[in-house]
Each structure stands twice: as C-alpha cells, then as structure tokens.
C-alpha cells in the first residue's frame, strides 16, 4: 500500500474531522497519477502546530492513523473554478483549497490504533499485512 506523511494537525483533520466534517484535500507542490487506498502517516514535525492550541484528544505522532482514498488530483485554479463540484460537491470553496495541486481525498477509515512508522518524502510503500490487520481489528474500520 502506499503511504503519505502528512503534518498534524493535518493528519488529524484528514482521518478523525473536527466536528465539522474531514479535511477532504491535501496540498502539494506536485501532482500525483496515484487512485486507490493510501495510509495516511501522521508526522513527527510540530511545526505546524499553534503554540496556544490544544492538542486533540489522541492525535499521534510517527505513526500511521489511517487510510483514505485518493479520488482526484486537481490544480488550485481549476478546482476554484468550480469544474469538480459536480463530482466532489463544494470542492471550489473547501476551506484547505491551497494548492497548488489539491488532492482529494475520500472515504477516511481511521486505525483502531495507530501503527508506528518512520515517514518519508513523496508517496512511499508500506506494509499491507500490518495496515489490513490493523484495520481488521476495528469492525467500523472495514478492510484498508
């Protein structure tokens, strides 16, 4: 399975939402042919944390938090537009629309318990056996 380290509390917001719903895109610098399942791997960087913030309840760090589906990967400009709305309704003004290449992401299944994990640079390959077994062990999870 692949795998993309995300910082918190982007990762967080990607897997487990904020009450308001999940954060359905994540930005890049670079675009990505890649559809499927993909492990969501949350960081160890604090960088991007506000020093006054509280930390959510069980946000990890260095650890693999779940898995979501890559339905798209679009440019900021075309996704402001409008033209993907049909397909991923209210894209065009979803708050994390930052680009320049918004990825879209779907179907968040978080872990019943996070997987340590070393992160790396770009889309990397993980394990399937310990992603599926983790993911088994939740019935609400389902299969990754």
């Known amino acids: 399975m692949k795998a993309l380290t995300v910082c918190n509390p982007y990762a967080h917001l990607i897997i487990h939402g904020d009450g308001r719903g999940s954060k359905r895109i994540e930005n890049r610098t670079w675009p990505t042919r890649f559809r499927g399942r993909l492990a969501i791997h949350a ?8 020093r006054e913030a509280v930390l959510p309840a069980g946000m990890v760090f260095g650890a693999i938090i779940g898995t979501v589906t890559v339905a798209g990967c ?25 680009g320049p290449y918004c990825w879209v992401l779907t179907d968040p299944r ?6 340590p994990f070393k992160g790396m640079m770009g889309l990397f390959d993980v394990d ?17």
């Open 110 to 115: 978080p872990l019943p318990a996070p997987v």
């Open 43 to 50: 960081g160890k960087s604090r960088a991007w944390l506000d």
């Open 74 to 98: 679009f440019r900021l400009a075309h996704v402001r537009s409008g033209f993907y709305d049909a397909e991923f309704p209210g894209l065009s003004t979803h708050v994390h629309a930052e």
């Open 128 to 144: 399937d056996h310990a992603i599926n077994l983790a993911a088994a062990s939740c019935s609400i999870a389902g299969p990754a």
